[in-house]
């Protein structure tokens, strides 16, 4: 686990799954699982990893009984609006927003 992986578990209490090129956080919240933060390296991106994250998550989030996912969205970082049409391709709906976070979910049938 990188240090950065065990900094953010001790202070927010959030895992990191993490590889060579990828890694994205996640807490379970109630009965969903909130994922975070999902990063792709540059040399890697392109070729579908964040779709293979998602369904890695998702596969957390069923071994943890959850329901639903969540995503957020920050509206002052870099491609949100990219970041957005790729977490509403992978099937989240809009539920609500909180200043500059837009919040998603999605049911796990
Ligand atoms: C967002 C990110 C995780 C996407 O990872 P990726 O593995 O390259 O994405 P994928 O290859 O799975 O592509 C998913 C979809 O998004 C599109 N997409 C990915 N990167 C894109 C880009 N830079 N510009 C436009 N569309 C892009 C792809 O075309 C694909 O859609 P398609 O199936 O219709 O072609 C990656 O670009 C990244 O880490 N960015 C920096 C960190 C970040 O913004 N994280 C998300 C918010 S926390």
């Not at 240090?3 to 919240?29: A, P, Q, W």
Request: proline content about 1%.
């Amino acid at each position: 686990m990188s240090l950065y992986s065990e900094y953010i578990l001790e202070r927010e209490g959030y895992n990191t799954y993490e590889d060579d090129v990828s890694f994205f956080t996640y807490i379970k919240v109630d009965d969903a699982l909130y994922v975070r933060d999902i990063y792709v390296s540059p040399e890697a991106r392109g070729e579908k990893k964040s779709l293979e994250l998602g369904e890695l998550a998702e596969c957390i989030a069923r071994e943890f009984n959850c329901k639903a996912m969540i995503g957020s969205i920050d509206t002052e970082t870099n491609g949100w609006k990219r970041n957005k049409k790729i977490l509403e391709k992978f099937g989240y709906k809009e539920t609500y927003t909180d200043g500059d976070m837009i919040y998603f979910n999605k049911d796990l049938v």
